[in-house]
């Protein structure tokens, strides 16, 4: 089944202690992002790849890190998470860029910083 | 300010009933998305359209495209209980396929 797997899908952890949110998908994807969702304020992208190797900034990308190792995984790193990190986490895959085709979302993650 | 825009905010209504949805976007666009999104899950895609194409149906899903006045909605028909969800346009405002810029969604709820 062709999917985009989140883990973990909930986690609750203190300001300060380092996280990584892991993403895998299934499909072949060239193309790999991350956004988080906030009330109000929608879905924002906070990194992409478009291939191995190969990653940029999106609009909030202040205190993430990310790589892209091997074509399936795109991890989301918070070095020293703080409580405004607090946010649903999606990550999202198409088999080239964004508006060439639909884009395959994982089940989010749900991450409180304390 | 969001490249897409969604209108209304929020829509309530009863089965059976039609939901409009409108989208907004500000920059030339080589075509628009629709999701859709179920409290707190991983979005959907439901339909897109290309800047060259007035109309697209998929089910009980119309969506339309004005380039001219830079306006995108969508038309649910026949509404269901489980249609209710949030519902978000897409583009990618710059064409390069590298950032996918959402608006904040309507959220529709359908009663039974």
């Known amino acids: 089944e062709a999917q985009v797997t989140q883990n973990p899908r909930y986690l609750i952890t203190v300001t300060g202690k380092k996280l990584t949110v892991t993403c895998s998908q299934n499909?072949?994807?060239?193309?790999m992002s991350w956004y988080r969702q906030d009330p109000g304020l929608g879905l924002r992208q906070i990194y992409y790849?478009?291939?191995?190797?190969?990653?940029d900034k999106g609009d909030v990308p202040e205190g993430y890190k990310v790589s892209r190792k091997e074509k399936r995984n795109f991890p989301l790193i918070l070095e020293s998470p703080s409580p405004n990190q607090t946010s649903l986490y999606f990550c999202?895959?198409?088999?080239?860029?964004?508006?060439?085709?639909?884009?395959?979302f994982g089940e989010g993650s749900r991450l409180t910083v304390l | 300010s969001q490249q897409g825009e969604e209108d209304p905010q929020a829509l309530s209504i009863q089965e059976g009933e039609n939901a409009t949805m409108n989208c907004s976007y500000k920059?030339?666009?080589?075509?628009l998305q629709w999701y859709r999104q179920n409290s707190g899950r991983g979005l959907v895609h439901l339909i897109l359209?290309?800047?060259?194409?007035r109309e697209k149906h998929s089910g009980r899903l119309r969506v339309t495209l004005d380039t001219s006045k830079k306006s995108s909605s969508l038309l649910i028909t026949a509404s269901r209980a489980a249609d209710t969800a949030s519902y978000f346009c897409?583009?990618?405002?710059?064409?390069?396929?590298?950032?996918?810029?959402f608006g904040p969604g309507t959220r529709l709820s359908v009663l039974p």
């Open positions: 999202a895959s198409s088999l080239r860029g964004v508006g060439t085709g639909e884009l395959f």
């Open positions: 499909m072949n994807h060239e193309y």
């Open positions: 790849s478009m291939n191995v190797e190969v990653t």
């Open positions: 920059t030339s666009i080589n075509n």
């Open positions: 359209i290309r800047s060259n194409e």
């Open positions: 897409a583009t990618d405002p710059y064409n390069y396929g590298q950032n996918f810029v």
